[in-house]
């Protein structure tokens, strides 16, 4: 069954249930001792010590589903679920112990990938990201890449490298245009929610000085928060709702100039930098790019997820792939996602050759 963001193994309410029973088993506030035999000591760092009982259960769950193996979840579950209660948690362990289920350790929205990376060739990309999650890195960063490109996956990527780390909170947004003047208002209370803040009001009638005022307001109550978030702003189209881009600009300023505010928010933008112009962009080694997937990329990609085959059989495969996506003829914003589904084709292939 496809859930969550880290092994694809879990619907949302299976996933709420194993947390439960985990939290039953550990203890609330939970016992390191049971934590440690349980998950094992790496897991004990990654839940921040300010959370509660349930929301830590939740970072060490996430982090058995990262895994790149299904051991650790199966012990899990086996352990506080003796009873079996869970019976179709306990179908999916069957359907792992005889390989009708395959573990995978990442799922991205409609687009699937190996393990610790979107596309497997884009080191990096990956290590700037994962400085930023490790609580170091800009404050402010972007990402360009034009439609079809990986953007969305890329967004969705650092929020799990987020939850992984558990230093900051991610909040992704993928905006879209919505001819709604009160958009800008919406992004800046899914911050501020996310932030646990309440900010002073914004009452300017005009979207874009609003969106001054709203970033101003939202930057000066941030530094009081105790729930340190990441917020990862995609740019799907490069035409956005009044005030969106001047909301993001004046909250990159802010974060520049007062290290506090750095401290309880990080903002990464991806957007088509060709089309789309903000003012207060970092300092130039904090600007990636995403660079077009190409047969070389696919092959380094199936690799990754399928490993120990010959090398020749995965740049064949690589190249039968982009064959195929050629012939297809996607559109931009559907050519990722049709290749990601090839992929799976020729992953599954590549596990029985």
């Not at 012990?75 to 009708?100: F, K, N, P, Y």
């Not at 009001?201 to 941030?222: G, H, I, M």
């Not at 990862?232 to 881009?245: F, I, K, M, T, Y």
């Not at 990722?336 to 799976?344: S, T, Y």
Request: glycine share 8%; charged share 25%.
């Amino acid at each position: 069954m496809i859930g969550r963001v880290a092994a694809v193994v879990l619907t949302e309410e299976q996933y709420k249930q194993v947390a439960d029973l985990i939290l039953d088993h550990v203890g609330d506030p939970p016992n390191t001792g049971t934590v440690r035999d349980l998950f094992g000591p790496e897991a004990l760092r990654r839940a921040p010590a300010g959370f509660n009982g349930y929301h830590r259960v939740r970072c060490w769950l996430d982090h058995t589903l990262a895994q790149p193996t299904a051991e650790l979840f199966i012990t899990v579950v086996e352990m506080v679920d003796q009873a079996g209660e869970l019976v179709s948690v306990h179908q999916t362990i069957r359907g792992l112990r005889d390989r009708t289920i395959v573990w995978r350790t990442i799922r991205t929205g409609d687009v699937w990938m190996p393990e610790g990376s979107p596309f497997a060739d884009r080191d990096a990309l990956r290590k700037a990201m994962a400085d930023i999650a490790t609580g170091g890195g800009p404050p402010v960063a972007t990402i360009d890449g034009p439609t079809g490109y990986g953007k969305r996956t890329m967004a969705e990527y650092i929020a799990t490298c987020a939850r992984w780390h558990g230093n900051y909170t991610p909040l992704v947004e993928q905006l879209e245009r919505h001819d709604d003047p009160g958009y800008v208002d919406y992004l800046a209370a899914q911050l501020r929610i996310k932030l646990g803040i309440v900010p002073q009001s914004a009452n300017d009638a005009e979207p874009e000085r609003r969106a001054v005022t709203l970033a101003r307001n939202l930057a000066s109550a941030a530094v009081y928060s105790d729930t340190p978030v990441w917020f990862v702003a995609n740019l799907v189209r490069s035409e956005q709702d009044p005030g969106v881009l001047t909301f993001l600009d004046e909250l990159m300023l802010q974060i520049r100039r007062s290290r506090l505010l750095a401290a309880k928010l990080r903002v990464t933008v991806l957007g088509d930098f060709g089309a789309v112009r903000l003012a207060n962009l970092p300092e130039l080694e904090h600007r990636h790019a995403l660079g077009e997937i190409a047969e070389p990329d696919v092959a380094a990609w199936l690799a990754a997820a399928a490993p120990g085959k010959d090398q020749e059989l995965y740049h064949l495969t690589a190249a039968s792939i982009m064959r195929s996506l050629a012939e297809d003829r996607p559109t931009p914003r559907l050519r990722l996602r049709l290749l990601a589904q090839k992929c799976v084709d020729a992953h599954r292939l590549l596990l029985g050759a």
